[in-house]
């Protein structure tokens, strides 16, 4: 479908810009395909012959444009059909977008087309370009001719796909396919995703989302190209309320926690960004550097003060930066005048304007640093190369374009601020070789940042996995094989007890129906003792007069135990009662928090947070999709704004984070084993304390029957 | 200096690079003074008869370049001061930057000027251009004639001044006066800053900064700028270890505390931004709305994935994005075709290919909502206006170009993506009449938050100031009328006791000698006491066994003096022991950490955060320099990622933040009356609980004498 050799356009005339403009742009890029036209009123368009009906062409046609409006659909997609045509692009819209009518009338083409076996791309649909095969049907303008390169985009917007077509060849930046999927009636996002991930033709994957539809084939998909070595780059709306409205008065999409989308990205190696520029200067540095080594980054500039906005950019964006090697710097400092003082960042100082070369020199040097995996030169390559600057330009470009990289060290040429690629200069790139882009410094850090971070998750897919922390999308696809549990544990000691079934430590605890089962229970345990009542109808027990904390002594607990009966009793007169639970008082420690959610979109989601202030005032979760592995958790953690308390804090002991690890990851082969009916799981507080993690308290809820689960 | 009208160029001559660049610049601006040129040589130079000295001219000079080398820069600073030239630029390199020499040879040049009475900017130094006033020294290359406006840059770097002035040129960012300081042997950026204030052409400052060594007369400037309504960007480095070391050997410049820099753009109105595209596209903003009316912004776009995009920005920066009120709605229900629907932001939809005019009736139908106060229009004005797309786009500058704001809500074009402004594009925007920024929807709602902050806090200061919460600027420049102490507090008893003279509310504390008078200490106080140490000599009381909490009775009193008094004995032998500090114990609530500091280049800085592992796990704190107003101290407080926990939290009370503040402000001046040997004094902690605000510990520190602070 997107690198046709050959295209019907389904309603072509004169009278109509779509056609002209879907037309105009085969020729315009080049397409040496066949291109048939159908009309039902027959005649000429375009200069060219038409056909009434697709059938009557008597040749193979691999994708057929449907420019017809609503009225006309369904008999040509049972034309092209017909014509043994297998795949479509609806431009019509009034469709799912406009409401419940459009959605049954939208129901009915996705049924016509089923029944003929015809991939459908749309409707509300501005179609698709392939770059580099010149294929096209696409009923938006191409303004200038194609910049043809290895990054394909996905967009459920088509006019953000314009905006973004655009901006990659005004920076000289080449793509290979730009699909617009539109209302994702039959082929969404992910299908597109999915087939990119095995198009060689396609380095680099750049998206704009509204919504995920097909989530598990998304992930999966996803999953694929991490292992490839294939990035996903993805702007995704969605980050407040507003946002989520506008997008469902766009096109009917559904946008899900932003929340649970930005754990997506971190668990399956999506690069997630905030803007179409960074969208695109990204995916430009992921083509020119592809897998970078471990390693830190080398700065050369002609600035100082570049140089040291460039330290700042790194040190903001957590790039290491490191400090020459003495080698390197003898090295330098035979190379530059006197006045330099060789560093990371490098000044050349004015001294490269009358001696360009110390550009390709200092680059060598640099290079040769066994710290240094990326290697940026700050240099403007002119708009228009004229003008008194022309002689250093010109000179400097020469001698960048003579540094060779020995492939270890990924090279980048990156301009000062962000900047147009005219014709001329990309005449001059071109000739130079030079790896550039035109980003601007900061932008330029950022996107080495998704570098870096990428390319160690991608390594990371290619060391052999441990036993226990297989790779954790593929556990996704493969779901967790443990059977749903026959029973669903409702009440907090049902639940508690239910962890302990799967290995999660928890804090023991007996249930007591009467005050001398209570003495009894306390009188085993070698520390003060918490009571708290024991109700499958009561979800805040503290609020009930439920609890009661450091009771020590039998006449205390027999007390205890009254005194919460009588309290939940009045508080909650209808709530069932089955007694008192009672466990020993644990020592303060480290409160963590672990919840599993349901989403309706992903699925079930896994959230952990430090527990207290951290959490309700904070909201300092890290989110992923279940299964997790180990190696997740370990990661989620690491993400956590009081990440550093978990190394001990204040004298308190340092938490063992391989088996915190594994409680965590317990605990979601727990949820993922209540089936498809939970709608939350929570371990609050998961206390880690005196080098123990337990499982305080437990709860699981579930969905209202009738409403399961996708 | 900046307008002159005449220049004089010392050092002319056809074989210096500078020479004819800073002569050509001349010609470029259109410059209508008098250039003079004084060659030692004599004979001619870029067509023009030298002199050879400029005494021999005979007409007033305002400005002299000195292109000469080193060791002629002597007698040329004595030539033109004997000629009466009153303004010097110095271009050379090879003074303070390169080591001790070089700042002595600096010094005496200075010395030089200053008998001369010749204002010196430099050395090692760009210059000046005066964009409007034609008037410039400028010894960098002007590749294109220049973009008049009224944003006027100072950079501290040359080379970023050079690449400031040419992405606004390429951005249609118009400038008046662009000084680079280079070395800032005399004249510095507070003193350029301080110029541009009162200069009537400057409506705008955006500043690149190493460091600011002028801080005094940089804050009252930076005050008064806020009180005129004059906006100044700030661009400065050294967020990080590697940049100060960056920035010291690249100008010799000593770059702060980021920290305390990041409290003195909040306390002062400073706008701080991270990169030259950020400090140049909200110069641009700024000089295109001016002050902000209060209220929220409003988007409309022919695209809805762009107004999602811009609610996801609005919502990451805090901008407000009110939903329209219900007559707006029902305006743009009558304007729009019936499958939009009308929101905020507004997606015109298609419709708007056909209906350019759509464009400017929906900004008519948004300015009238009351809640607008921004009203931001996405469009791209294309790069070339050619190419089938220009009948829309042309019919779209149209309308966009017919739409007139009321004054109330400002209006912005912005680009959907960063987008140079073509010579074409520019002739369009003013045939239009465009308020146009081509910095992409990402960049233009920051640059939009920032107008809308300083906006606040510009109307801040237009409001009359209450009397205990003077303008905070004003306050610092006539310094605190508190003298200073006349013995320096050293022990925390001393220390408390001194807080105690500046209203700030401390914790009863006794010092008792023996354990009778503990006992009889104690028994005065209606809880449970604290025992902590009392010694000038002891700084870390709970390490040295010397506090010990809750203690209730006689003979518990007894038993804890005489631990405490054996312990520290034991642990800390030589430290003089005055007995023990006896305090009633405090319920726990929310412990606040307040310590003053002297920072070397800007001094006093009070820091303040929520205590515990607010502080030392998050770093959790606000900057400011002292003098603080309360209203400092309110904002300061919001500015804390825990600032929740002051609403109160898990049933705490809210604590009173006037009383808070003014606490704080008490803490301040006590501070300052400590004098210029004070190193540190920190609170910590200051409790807030039970409704009652008090300092629990406090300690002061000096530093060695002769050290004294600036």
Redesign the interface.
Known sequence: MFDPASVVLVGATDRSTWSK?AF?NLELLGFRGAVHLVSRSGGMAHGQQTFKSATEIGKPIDVALLMVPIAGLMDALRDIGAAGVRNAVVLA??FA??GDEGRALQDEMVATARSMGVRLLGPNCLGFINFNGGGACWTG?M??PPLKGAISIV???G??AT?MK??AH?HGIGLNVVVATGNEAALGLADVVDYLVDDPATRVIAI?A?AVRNTRLFREAAGRALLAGKPIVI?K????E??V???Q???GAMVGDDRVFDGVCRQFGLVRV?????LMFSAALFDRTGVLAPGGLGVLS????????A??????EGVA?PPLATATLTQLRAILPP?A?P?N?L?LT?AVVNNPDLFRLCMEALQSDPAISALVCVF?VP?AL????APFAVGSLEAIGKFRTDGRARFLVVS?????VSDRSREAIDAAGLPYLPS???MAVKALRHAIDWSARHRATQAPAPANASSSWNAVSTRSADSVASALPRSERETVEYLKGFGVPVVPQVLAVDEAQAVLAASGMDSAVVLKIASPDIAHKTEAGGVLLGLTGEAAVREGFRRIMTSVASAMPAARLEGVLVSPMRRSGLELFVGVRLDPQWGPAIALGLGG?WI???ADVSLRLLPVSTADVTEMLGEL??A??LKG??GAAAVDIAALSQVVVDIGRAALGLGPTLDALEVNPLLAADGRIEALDALATYQPSGELSK
Chains 1, 2 share one sequence.
């Open positions: 403009m105009d819209g009034g977008e406009t303008s303004r200038t967009s459920q917007s006019a953000v905006v655009h901006f005004q704009f509204e702007l709306v969605g980050r407040s507003l946002t409205q506008a997008a008065s766009h096109t905030r803007s179409i520029e960074e002609a600035s100082g003060g570049m140089g040291e906005l330290a700042d950019y790194a040190h903001l930066m006045m003082s560093a960042p000044d004015g403007d708009t004229n003008g008194d600057w000062n601020t962000v900047k147009t601007g410094l900061d202030v309700e005032a904070l704004r009081g550093r308390l804090f204040r």
